[in-house]
C-alpha cells in the first residue's frame, strides 16, 4: 500500500497552461494513490473539473504580488499546515512560493518547487525574487533546458547537500490527446465554424497573443510561403486569446492585411478542446521567440500524430525529434520557418502520416502524465524518509 501522505499544490491560477494541467493531473493522481491531495488556488477555469471528493480546494488570493498579501497568505497557509497536517508542500509560482517557505519553515513541513519558466532576472531585486523557487528541498525543472538555467544563474542558492535539483519532463494526458479518441463528428463541425476548405493546407499556431509567442514572423512567414514558394492552398488558424492585449491583437490583424493573407489566416480567440482542433489541423506550429521552458503545444501535437514544426530554442529542442516527429527551424527568422512549412507541405500523405506515427511514440515514450505523476511522487516519498 502506498505511504498516506498530505500534499498541498499551490498555483496562483487553475487555467489550462502546463504548469496548471500538470498540476491538476498530480492533484488527481495522489488521491488515486490513497493519499490526501489538496489545492491552494485563486481561481481559473480547470477549476470546475477538480474532484472535490477526492481534491481539497482551498481559495486564497495567491495569484497577488502584493507584499502585504503575501504575508498573509503565509500567516493562513501556516495555520492550513497545522491544521491538515500537511506533510509535503508544493509551489509552482514565486509569490506563493515566498508564502509556502515562511509556512514550511515555521511548520517545519516540506518544501517542493516547481521551477516552470526562466523568469526575468535583469535587476538584483528580481533575482533574489525569483531564488524562492530554489530555496526548496526539492527543485524540479520541467526540461533539461530549465535544469542547466538554474544551474547557470541559480548556482549561489544551491547547496547539493540540503536541496536535490532534478528533471522530470511535463507529461500529458494521452488517453485525452489521441487522435483515435477525438469524434470526426467535432472535427467535422469545428471545421464548418472556423469555415475551414478541406481542400486547403491547414496550419494551426496555438498559444495566447503574446510578441514571445511569435505570431508576428508567423504572419510574415505566411507572406513568404506565397511569394517565394508559390503556395496558395493553406489556410492558417492563429488560435489564443489576447489576454487584455488588445493593441498587440489590432497589430496583428494590421500585419494581415499589410501582406494582403486577410483570407488566408482566422484568427479564433479560444477552443476548449484542443485535441479537436489539433485533428482538424495539417501541421501545427510552436514559433516562439524565447525559449519555452518546455513547450507544451509540440508534445500535444505528437501526442495527436501531427507534424510540429517549432524555433530551435529552450524545451523544444528536447521534445521534438528533428526530421523524425517534426522540424526546427532557425527561430526569430521568418524565412526558415517559411521553408520548413513549405517542406511539411511538400511532403506525401505517406511521409507525413509516418512523421505523425513517430510523433505519438515520441511522446508515449517520453512525455507519458502517468510517468510524470509516478516520478514526482516516488519523490515525495523520498523526501519523507
Not at 8 to 30: M, N, R, S
Not at 32 to 46: D, R, V
Not at 278 to 297: A, T, W
Amino acid at each position: 500500500m502506498a505511504i498516506k501522505i498530505k500534499v498541498l499544490q499551490v498555483i496562483p491560477k487553475l487555467g489550462f497552461g502546463g504548469a496548471e494541467t500538470g498540476c491538476y493531473d498530480l492533484a488527481h493522481y495522489l488521491a488515486e494513490q490513497n493519499c490526501k491531495s489538496f489545492l491552494i488556488t485563486s481561481g481559473g477555469q480547470l477549476l470546475k473539473y477538480v474532484k472535490r471528493d477526492k481534491v481539497k480546494v482551498i481559495r486564497l488570493p495567491v495569484q497577488s504580488k502584493n507584499p502585504i498579501i503575501i504575508f498573509i497568505n503565509f500567516i493562513i497557509i501556516f495555520f492550513i499546515l497545522l491544521i491538515y497536517n500537511i506533510d509535503i508542500v508544493h509551489a509552482r509560482s514565486r509569490a506563493p512560493a515566498w508564502s509556502c517557505l515562511w509556512a514550511c519553515f515555521f511548520s517545519r513541513r516540506k518544501f517542493v518547487t516547481t521551477f516552470h519558466g526562466t523568469y526575468n532576472f535583469l535587476s538584483k531585486f528580481k533575482h533574489f525574487y525569483n531564488s524562492v523557487m530554489v530555496r526548496s528541498k526539492l527543485i524540479i525543472g520541467g526540461s533539461n533546458f530549465i535544469f542547466n538555467h538554474i544551474n547557470e544563474n541559480y548556482q549561489k542558492y544551491l547547496n547539493p547537500k540540503k536541496k536535490r535539483l532534478m528533471v522530470i519532463f511535463r507529461g500529458i494526458n494521452l488517453e485525452y490527446f489521441d487522435s483515435k479518441n477525438t469524434s470526426q463528428e467535432k472535427v467535422n463541425a469545428l471545421a464548418s465554424s472556423w469555415k475551414i476548405d478541406k481542400n486547403n493546407f491547414t496550419i494551426l499556431l496555438p498559444g495566447r497573443l503574446t510578441k514571445w509567442k511569435g505570431q508576428e514572423m508567423f504572419i510574415e512567414s505566411l507572406s513568404y510561403l506565397l511569394e517565394k514558394y508559390n503556395k496558395v492552398n493553406f489556410h492558417a488558424i492563429i488560435l489564443g486569446s489576447n489576454q487584455g492585449r488588445e493593441f498587440y491583437s489590432k497589430k496583428l490583424s494590421l500585419l494581415t492585411e499589410r501582406y494582403r493573407l486577410k483570407k488566408k489566416i482566422t484568427f479564433i480567440e479560444n477552443h476548449k478542446e484542443m485535441p479537436v482542433a489539433y485533428k482538424l489541423s495539417n501541421l501545427v506550429i510552436s514559433s516562439s521567440i524565447e525559449p519555452e521552458s518546455f513547450g507544451r503545444v509540440a508534445v500535444e501535437a505528437q501526442a495527436m500524430s501531427k507534424p510540429i514544426v517549432a524555433s530551435d530554442i529552450g524545451g523544444s529542442r528536447e521534445t521534438v525529434l528533428n526530421g523524425k516527429t517534426g522540424l526546427l527551424y532557425k527561430y526569430n527568422d521568418a524565412n526558415k520557418l517559411a521553408k520548413a512549412i513549405n517542406e511539411i507541405m511538400e511532403m506525401n500523405k505517406k511521409s507525413l502520416s509516418l512523421m505523425g506515427e513517430q510523433g505519438r511514440k515520441n511522446v508515449e515514450k517520453k512525455f507519458n502524465v502517468d510517468q510524470m505523476c509516478q516520478r514526482t511522487f516516488t519523490e515525495y516519498k523520498k523526501l519523507l524518509k
